[in-house]
């Protein structure tokens, strides 16, 4: 298999923006050298926004972008700016071991939460440390974190938002989880991971994904069955197909779920006069916000690149082609190394800053293609 050249070309341009503005532009300024940290985001001059809190799956993130730019070669030295991150996020670690949602001035009852999204997002920055470091006791507080995760955990599989809330049940942070489970079952030794990755397969195909239409929504009822109001992000297909897809190493009935939702969201979630993945659908597959963000671009950008590599469908490469020139188009920026986030309906971005959390997608996205192109 060999992706088509406008894919390669496509890559070539992604890739140089990172290594050349986007990676330094972030650790110069949008890492906070005095305090620590990184800043939530960045106004597109180039300086950082101010009165945003510092959120935890922000330094999760960055640690995780810039611990995968030091083994990818992307970055000298980009260790450092993976520890800065790490460091970031030790200092939001609770007396209970779980992690502070945000630093103030964000609402103080947020910082008492501890949502399981933001936990996934920091299973997956300890496990970079334990890549770029070698540093065992990046490992022991991973172990330790999903023990303490268990209070979260849902009688008919999966995990609620926080222990005892078991209403809404969301389908976003068990992706994140899924995320987090498969990279550390590929390194560590304990089978636990590999149970608890399995545990979400299994969650997402016997319950999430409606049987019949292969529907995935965001919200559940208490028993992870259907509600009334039906909600769907395309973005969100895009990212539980790729990681389905590598779930396993291919297992069969995750591929032929995971194909059906590229094709939904294909279908239904995609613009075709501006070329993005639009927003939200209802329940019957009908566009109800028709902006576009960026972080979704970028999902179905590696989902589809990551099918077409597996099928070599003409129609996929056409896809990860269109898919390649919507996360472009959001990054002309008069500071090169920025990003618009949203798209409105008419095409038109929105000016505000730009959020830091975005580049973990688009890292994602890049390495994704990166790996296709260059093996």
Same mark, same amino acid.
């Given at each position: 298999m060999t992706a088509p050249a406008p894919v390669?070309?496509?890559?070539?341009r992604l890739r140089r923006?990172?290594?050349?503005d986007a990676l330094p532009l972030w650790w110069a300024r949008?890492?906070?050298?005095?305090?620590?940290?990184?800043?939530?985001r960045m106004e597109l001059d180039g300086v950082p926004a101010r009165g945003f809190a510092?959120?935890?799956?922000?330094?999760?993130r960055q640690a995780y972008v810039f611990g995968l730019a030091d083994t990818r070669g992307w970055m000298p030295r980009a260790d450092y700016a993976c520890q800065h991150g790490l460091a970031g996020l030790a200092s939001m670690r609770r007396v209970d071991g779980l992690y502070r949602v945000s630093t103030p001035p964000a609402p103080a009852p947020l910082d008492g939460m501890g949502l399981l999204y933001d936990q996934a997002f920091v299973l997956l920055a300890l496990d970079t440390g334990r890549a770029v470091f070698a540093d065992a006791r990046y490992e022991r507080e991973a172990d330790d974190l999903r023990d303490r995760l268990e209070a979260f955990a849902h009688p008919l599989g999966g995990f609620a938002e926080a222990p005892g809330m078991l209403s809404p049940?969301?389908?976003n942070p068990n992706m994140h989880l899924f995320e987090s489970f498969q990279a550390w079952s590929e390194v560590a030794a304990d089978p636990r991971w590999r149970e608890l990755a399995d545990g979400l397969a299994r969650l997402a195909l016997g319950r999430l994904i409606a049987p019949g239409d292969g529907v995935l929504y965001e919200a559940y009822a208490t028993d992870w069955s259907l509600p009334q109001a039906r909600l769907v992000w395309p973005g969100h297909?895009? %990212?539980? =197909?790729?990681?389905?897809?590598?779930w396993r190493g291919g297992d069969e009935a995750a591929?032929?779920?995971s194909m059906k939702l590229i094709e939904i969201a294909e279908r239904a979630g995609v613009d075709r006069a501006r070329g993005v993945a639009i927003f939200a659908l209802d329940g019957d597959l009908v566009a109800v916000d028709r902006g576009a963000r960026l972080w979704a671009q970028a999902e179905r950008l590696r989902a589809v690149a990551h099918a077409a590599a597996l099928t070599d %469908?003409? =129609?996929?490469?056409?896809?990860?082609?269109q898919a390649s020139a919507a996360v472009e188009s959001f990054l002309d920026t008069p500071t090169p190394g920025l990003w618009r986030d949203w798209m409105d309906e008419a095409g038109a971005f929105r000016e505000e800053p730009a959020p830091a959390s975005t580049l973990y997608h688009l890292v994602g996205a890049i390495a994704e293609l990166e790996q296709i192109v260059e093996g």
């Open positions: 390669r070309d496509a890559f070539e923006w990172l290594m050349q949008g890492a906070d050298h005095a305090e620590g940290g990184f800043v939530d510092k959120r935890v799956r922000v330094q999760a049940l969301f389908s297909l895009y %990212e539980w =197909a790729y990681l389905l897809l590598r591929r032929v779920a %469908e003409a =129609a996929l490469w056409e896809a990860t082609a």
